[in-house]
C-alpha cells in the first residue's frame, strides 16, 4: 500500500504483550504499521493493574517471550513468580531492544472501526484523528474492560475510589484508613494481603468465595533457571503439550481410579508446590463432578486449618467446582483473615444496601476512607464490543455478538474481512498460559498477511459455516468439563444482561493441531476476496 500521511498496511489496537511482539513481526516483514494505545505507556495488563501485590500466577519462566533465543538467555527474572512491575519493566526493555516504541501512538483510543467494502480497507477513528488500513488487527486482551457495579449510592461516595484494574500510578497511603474492598476474584486475593498490612481496618466484601492455591513463591532459583535456559526451546515446546499450556500442568492419573491416602497425599505435594497447576495435577479434576469434589473438599479442609475463627473459615469456603471460577493462586490470603484488623462480609448474608458519602451499609454501617472495587471486567469480548466496530453492511460487531460471541478460532469473524483477533473468544487464550497463545496467534496471523501476498490475495474473511461448526466444538467439549455448570466470567455470568455462553477453547494441544492442519489446508474455512 503507498503509505500518505494516516494511511497504513496495518493498524494493531493495543501495545500490550499481544501489540508490541504483533508489531514486530509485521514490522520485520517490511510492512506499515501503527500500533494506537489508549494508554499513556505500553504494557496492557501490566500497566493499568498496578494494585499492591499484582503479580502473575504463571511461573516467570514460561510467563515470557520466546521468539528471540537471545531475549530468553539474557533477561534474568528474580522471583519464581514476578510482580507486575518487572513484567512492565521487561516489556520496556522488550520494546526498547527491538526498537518498537517509534510506531506507538499513546493516550489515542479508538472509538469507532469501519470496514469500506469497496475499497477493501478499514476506517479507523480515534480520540485524536482516523486512519486507513488494509488489514486491522484488535490486540485488546481478554481481561482488559473493568467491571463498574452497579451498588446503590455508590456515585454519592465521598472518600477515595480505587478500581483493581485501573490503578493509579501514585502511592496510595493506606496507614489508618478504613478501607472497603469489594470482590473476592484473583486481583482481590493478590491484593487484600497487601493491603491488611497498613490499614485501620479492611472490610472485606465478599459475594463468592474463591479457592486459592498458596504460591509458595521466592527467589528465583538460580539452578532451575540455568537448567531451563540450557534447554529453552525444548522446555516451551513441552509445556505446550500439556493441556493447558503450563509445564506444571502434567497429571495423567485420574482421582477415581486411584487410592484416597494417595490421592491425599500427592494433593499435599501439590498444594504445596504446584500453584495453578494443583487444577491439573489429576487429569480427572477437570472434567469429573466426584474427583472434583476430592480435591475442592481438600482446599477447603486446607481453609478451615489455616483461618483460625471458624465462622470466617466457613464463608470462605466455595461450594462450587473447583477451576470453575479461575483458580486463584495468593501469597497469604487465607492467614490474612486471622488478623484483628481484616473484616469479612458474605454479601449474600448481609447485602449491600446502599453507599453513602462515607459509608458502607450492610447490616451494619461501615465508616470507610477508601472504597475499592476488584469487581472484575468485561471478560474476552467486551474490548471488542465497547466500541463500534462496523463489518460488511455496516453490521456491528456487538449487534452480531448479541446472542453469544462467534468466532473461528479466536482469530476471525464472518462479516469483518481482514479483521484479526489475538487470543479472541475461542481459542485458548484464558484458559492457557498466555505468553505461548499470544505467540501463537501473532506468528499465524503475520504468516497468514505474508501467505496472501505470495498468492497475490487481498481480503480474507471467515465463512459462518466454519465459525458455528467452531463455537459448536468449543461448547461441546466444554460440556464435558465442569466448566458450564458454574456461574464465572468465562460463561458471561458476571456481566448483567450479557450472553451467556462459554467462550475459550479448552485444549491447548488439540486446538494447536487444529489451527495447524487448517493452515496445511491452505486456511480451511476462511474465503479469499469474496465479492461484496
Ligand atoms: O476479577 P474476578 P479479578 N457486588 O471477576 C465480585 C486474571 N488475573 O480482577 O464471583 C459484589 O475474578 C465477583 O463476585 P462473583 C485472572 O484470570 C490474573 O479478580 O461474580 N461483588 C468476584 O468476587 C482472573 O480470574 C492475575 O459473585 C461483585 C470479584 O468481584 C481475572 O484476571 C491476577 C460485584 C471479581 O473477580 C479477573 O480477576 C489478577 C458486585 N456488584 C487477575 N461484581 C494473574 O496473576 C463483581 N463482584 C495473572
Known sequence: MKNSLNKYDVLIIGAGVSGLFMSYRLKSMGLSVLVLEKADQLGGTWNWNRYPGARCDIP???????????????????EKYSAGTEILEYLKHVADRFDLKEGINFEEEVVQAKYDEENTLWSVKTSKSEYESKFCIFATGCLSVPNKPNIKGIESFEGEVLQTASWPREKIDFSGKNVAIIGTGSSSIQTIPEIAKDVKNLYVFQRTPNYSIPSNNGPMDTEVEKNVKSRYSEFRKENYLNGFGIASDSGEAFISESDLEEVNSQLEENWNSSGLGF???????????????????????????????????????????????????????????NKDNVHLIDINQDPISQVGAETIEANETYQI??????????????????????????????????EGAKSYLGLGVTNFPNLFTITGPGSPS?????????????????DCIGWMSENNKSVIESTETAEDEWMQLVNEIADTTIFTSTKSWYNGSNIEGKAKSFLPFIGVPAYTEKLEEITAADYQGFVFDKSN
Open 60 to 78: 516467570s519462566l514460561e510467563y515470557s517471550y520466546q521468539f528471540d533465543e537471545d531475549l530468553q538467555q539474557d533477561w534474568n527474572w528474580s
Open 279 to 337: 487444577f491439573g495435577g489429576y487429569a480427572d479434576i477437570p472434567v469429573d463432578v466426584s474427583s472434583n469434589e476430592v480435591a475442592a473438599s481438600f482446599v477447603r479442609n486446607k481453609i478451615k486449618e489455616v483461618v483460625k475463627d471458624p465462622e470466617t473459615a466457613e464463608k470462605l469456603c466455595p461450594e462450587y467446582h473447583i477451576g470453575g471460577k479461575r483458580l486463584c493462586v495468593d501469597t497469604g490470603y487465607f492467614e490474612t483473615f
Open 369 to 402: 476512607d477508601i472504597l475499592i472495587l476488584a469487581t472484575g471486567f468485561d471478560a474476552m469480548t467486551g474490548a471488542l464490543t465497547s466500541l463500534d466496530i462496523l463489518g460488511r453492511n455496516e453490521i456491528n460487531l456487538k449487534d452480531q455478538w448479541k
Open 430 to 446: 484464558v484458559l492457557s498460559n498466555m505468553m505461548p497463545s499470544i505467540e501463537q496467534h501473532v506468528n499465524w496471523i503475520a
